[in-house]
């Protein structure tokens, strides 16, 4: 169940918690037998922890009062780790837990080198929610180098590696960060297109804090614009369609991933693209109330497919 370095370390905690245990009753909270107990016993003991063994029938083991732990050690990678899954747990909207996470990440702050303290606060404050697969992975350096840049509100120069394979360098002034679809994507202006741009902190080949500073615009969401950038991504076919119902209702039902919902008076206008209409037809037929295709008239051919294909089923059923 544990791996054995975990184990001696839960002697340590279970003896400060407790105070005093029986070897029995630490061998059964580890998993292990009395031999193997004794063996993390001593090697605590080595290591020097002053752990006392009470003779006797009703003998125990005891954890001077005075023992502190060392300071807490973290590697980058843990540090990223474990404030990425604070910063998660913060947002689920729980607010009986909020003051817990915050309490918790104080005393991380505590134990932290200063260079780790800074990535700690710098990611707190410039990571937009995670709204969607709590799994993706992240570059650890180039999301702490990137999210130091805008905690100091400092340029950055990097090199991209784009979706061809081909690779180009710029300046960036980056505003914030934000997770979608299982990626990290770092948003800002961008001095080489001189516009806002997202880029997938995966593809960064090459990243450089500079001297040169900027200001980011107040209150910018980043996840907005990541969600709105891939859903107007270049594809073969856009499409258009009114769905019959509120916003809210749209929102409870379509992906943000689909496309950008528009609220009008007869109900709710979806704006997508996609290079594959019958997968927009399968997604379609999902919803629970009606709606009406308006572009591209291939997209009703879609649905028409979609619908013979269901009939047969049932048929065949």
Not at 138 to 152: D, G, I, K, Y
């Given at each position: 169940m544990y791996h054995p370095t975990t184990r001696?370390?839960?002697?340590?905690?279970?003896?400060?918690?407790?105070?005093?245990?029986s070897g029995?009753?630490?061998?059964?909270?580890?998993?292990?037998?009395?031999?193997?107990?004794?063996?993390?016993?001593?090697?605590?003991?080595?290591?020097?922890?002053?752990?006392?063994?009470?003779?006797?029938?009703?003998?125990?083991?005891?954890?001077?009062?005075?023992?502190?732990?060392?300071?807490?050690?973290?590697?980058?990678?843990?540090?990223?780790?474990?404030?990425?899954?604070?910063?998660?747990?913060?947002?689920?909207?729980?607010?009986?837990?909020?003051?817990?996470?915050?309490?918790?990440?104080?005393?991380?702050?505590?134990?932290?080198s200063p260079d780790l303290v800074h990535a700690v606060r710098g990611l707190s404050e410039t990571i937009a929610p995670v709204t969607d697969d709590a799994s993706a992975d992240?570059?650890?350096?180039?999301?702490?180098?990137?999210?130091?840049?805008?905690?100091?509100q400092r340029r950055?120069?990097?090199?991209?590696?784009?979706?061809?394979?081909?690779?180009?360098?710029?300046?960036?002034?980056?505003?914030?960060?934000?997770?979608?679809?299982?990626?990290?994507?770092?948003?800002g202006y961008c001095w080489l297109r001189?516009?806002?741009?997202?880029?997938?902190?995966?593809?960064?080949?090459?990243?450089?804090?500079?001297?040169?500073?900027?200001?980011?615009?107040?209150?910018?969401?980043?996840q907005s614009y990541v969600v709105e950038a891939v859903a107007n991504l270049p594809r073969q076919y856009t499409y258009e369609v009114l769905l019959k119902t509120t916003l809210t209702t749209a929102r409870q039902e379509v992906m943000d991933w689909f496309g950008l919902l528009e609220p009008q008076d007869q109900g709710v206008i979806l704006r997508g693209s996609a290079d594959d209409l019958d997968w927009v037809a399968r997604q379609l037929a999902k919803l629970s109330f009606n709606f009406v295709v308006r572009e591209p008239p291939a997209l009703r051919e879609a649905l028409r497919k979609r619908a013979a294909e269901l009939v047969n089923l049932a048929d065949s059923s």
């Open positions: 001696v370390l839960a002697v340590l905690t279970l003896l400060r918690v407790y105070k005093r245990m029995a009753e630490l061998a059964a909270r580890l998993e292990v037998n009395m031999r193997t107990l004794r063996r993390y016993i001593t090697m605590l003991q080595d290591l020097g922890a002053p752990i006392v063994a009470e003779r006797g029938r009703n003998g125990a083991y005891k954890l001077e009062s005075d023992f502190k732990l060392p300071a807490l050690s973290l590697t980058h990678d843990e540090t990223v780790a474990l404030t990425l899954g604070l910063i998660s747990a913060r947002q689920l909207g729980l607010n009986e837990s909020r003051q817990a996470m915050e309490a918790v990440r104080s005393k991380l702050e505590e134990g932290l992240f570059p650890t350096e180039v999301m702490l180098t990137m999210s130091r840049a805008m905690q100091l950055v120069h990097l090199r991209y590696r784009s979706r061809e394979a081909s690779d180009s360098e710029r300046d960036f002034d980056p505003y914030g960060l934000a997770q979608y679809r299982g990626k990290w994507y770092a948003v001189h516009d806002l741009r997202s880029f997938r902190l995966d593809r960064v080949t090459a990243l450089v804090l500079t001297d040169a500073s900027f200001v980011r615009p107040p209150n910018f969401d980043a």
